[in-house]
């Protein structure tokens, strides 16, 4: 991060865990703040040093992401079908198959 001056949130909201700088919440010094439950916990001058803490903090408290799930769409084949024709319509007929001519072009005046 260039900007060392700048805003700066990094947090899983689950565990009330977050790395912040120049927010609200933290004293405006520079500095990284590790806060737990609103509450700052420790500072570090470096990020890396803050996320170092911050993975250390996640990973002993056990929290896994949760996956999101997804489902499949079923594609309508009538659908897929007028848009290929469609596709096959505009290059048939678009812009670049009109005739060529106009200005520009090898030799020139």
Known sequence: ???????????????SLS?????SKVPNDGKFHL????????????????EERFRQLVSASGYKPEIPTTEKTSVDEDEVERYMNSKAIFWAEGPISRTKGGRGGRGGV
Request: overall charge positive; aromatic content about 8%; proline content about 3%.
């Open 19 to 23: 790395i912040e700088r120049g927010t």
């Open 35 to 50: 806060l737990q439950d609103n509450k700052v916990i420790e500072s570090f001058r470096l990020m890396k040093n803050a």
């Open 1 to 15: 991060m260039k900007n060392q001056d700048g805003y700066y949130k990094q947090s899983i909201p689950k565990l």
